[in-house]
């Protein structure tokens, strides 16, 4: 009788040091997650809308495990999504909208991070939606300010 007790007090007491068996996983987006200082370097297809370099902050919040949303990309467009999958953030073609709400053809991007930093770019354009902007490029490079989960 003895032995069972003590057998059954050290299983609970291993399944509790060892959370039952489960271990928390990291959720693939997390690495992307956060408050960025960017400064990117854009340039328009149009030359009256010529080309330039913009510093700003860009969010990347959760939307579930991997998916992400993307808020002021190149200042203009928010509510981009993407998909985190492994060192890389995805970002399928879409239709994204500024906050004036404007929309404009995003097309299929990457991210990743080098040295530390993110680098993000984007390509959009309104060449059927009146075309005043063009085709716009815009590499972003941002350092994390707040991370989180």
């Known amino acids: 009788m003895k032995k069972i007790y003590l057998?059954?007090?050290?299983?609970?007491?291993?399944?509790?040091?060892?959370?039952?068996?489960?271990?928390?996983?990291?959720?693939?987006?997390?690495?992307?997650?956060?408050?960025?200082?960017?400064?990117?370097?854009?340039?328009?297809?149009?030359?009256?809308?010529?080309?330039g370099s913009l510093e700003y902050e860009l969010t990347i919040q959760a939307k579930g495990d991997s998916s992400v949303v993307i808020d002021n990309i190149n200042k203009t467009l928010f509510g981009i999504y993407g998909v985190a999958r492994g060192d890389t953030l995805y970002i399928a073609s879409q239709t994204g909208r500024s906050k004036a709400g404007k929309s404009y053809d995003v097309g299929e991007q990457f991210g990743y991070f080098s040295d530390g930093k993110l680098v993000l770019t984007c390509d959009y354009h309104d060449l059927y939606l009146g075309n005043l902007i063009g085709s716009v490029s815009a590499t972003m490079?941002?350092?994390r300010i707040t991370e989180s989960k």
């Open 141 to 143: 490079i941002g350092t």
């Open 7 to 51: 057998a059954t007090l050290l299983l609970v007491i291993g399944f509790s040091l060892s959370g039952c068996g489960k271990k928390e996983t990291e959720r693939p987006n997390a690495k992307f997650i956060g408050s960025y200082m960017v400064k990117d370097v854009w340039a328009s297809s149009k030359p009256e809308i010529g080309s």
